[in-house]
T-cell receptor, first 115, second 113 residues
Framework: GAGVSQSPSNKVTEKGKDVELRCDPI?????LYWYRQSLGQGLEFLIY????????KSGLPSDRFSAERTGGSVSTLTIQRTQQEDSAVYLC?????????????FGPGTRLTVL | GEDVEQSLFLSVREGDSSVINCTYT??????LYWYKQEPGAGLQLLTY?????DMKQDQRLTVLLNKKDKHLSLRIADTQTGDSAIYFC?????????????FGTGTLLAVQP
């Protein structure tokens, strides 16, 4: 009966390496969201999935960031050639449907540190 | 543009009421939310208000919305030490055409015993 889960919980990487962050939404939730929480920028929207498609990618900060969702379930956020400014907590959320007052349920986040 | 602002810090004594304020800029916002974040934990939805409402009460929580001034507040009655956390207001902007949430900067609430 789990909530949204994310892995890893912590990731330390060297500048220039690629990283993959995983999100398992609540079963049956069709909408999935990625946000980023950092000291300088607060909580920012990155990308939103409805099923396997991403109608809104407006928050991805650069083309080094990409995300996919398969089977209408698990999503992976990939950051290529990581930079120090990518250090942040990456939060995933899911909701039963998109729109209306459908609540977004958040996972515990992945803390990414780029050295 | 979209911008949601909050004061950074609030300190209250246990048993007192806490009022956390938020201002937003998008007049087409449909829903406004309050989330709570405890250390090391994800965001937890506390309550929400639809834009055609002025007030919503839910147990110890009261949300007030002033659309004219684009001002939202969260009042916590009888504040307890367990209420210590960061509180974020958020809006669903663009008249609901997008499903993304725009978050405020967060207010750290410290409850003194």
């Amino acid at each position: 009966g789990a909530g949204v889960s994310q892995s890893p919980s912590n990731k330390v990487t060297e500048k220039g390496k690629d990283v993959e962050l995983r999100c398992d939404p609540i079963s049956g939730h069709t909408a999935l969201y990625w946000y980023r929480q950092s000291l300088g920028q607060g909580l920012e929207f990155l990308i939103y999935f409805q099923g396997n498609s991403a109608p809104d990618k407006s928050g991805l900060p650069s083309d080094r960031f990409s995300a996919e969702r398969t089977g209408g379930s698990v999503s992976t956020l990939t950051i290529q050639r990581t930079q120090q400014e990518d250090s942040a907590v990456y939060l995933c959320a899911s909701s039963l449907v998109a729109g209306g007052r459908s609540e977004q349920f958040f996972g515990p986040g992945t803390r990414l540190t780029v050295l | 543009g979209e911008d949601v602002e909050q004061s950074l810090f609030l300190s209250v004594r246990e048993g007192d009421s806490s009022v956390i304020n938020c201002t937003y800029t998008d007049s087409s916002s449909t829903y406004l939310y309050w989330y709570k974040q405890e250390p090391g934990a994800g965001l937890q939805l506390l309550t929400y208000i639809f834009s055609n409402m002025d007030m919503k009460q839910d147990q110890r929580l009261t949300v007030l919305l002033n659309k004219k001034d684009k001002h939202l507040s969260l009042r916590i009655a009888d504040t307890q030490t367990g209420d210590s956390a960061i509180y974020f207001c958020a809006e669903r902007a663009d008249g609901g055409a997008t499903n993304k949430l725009i978050f405020g900067t967060g207010t750290l609430l410290a409850v003194q015993p």
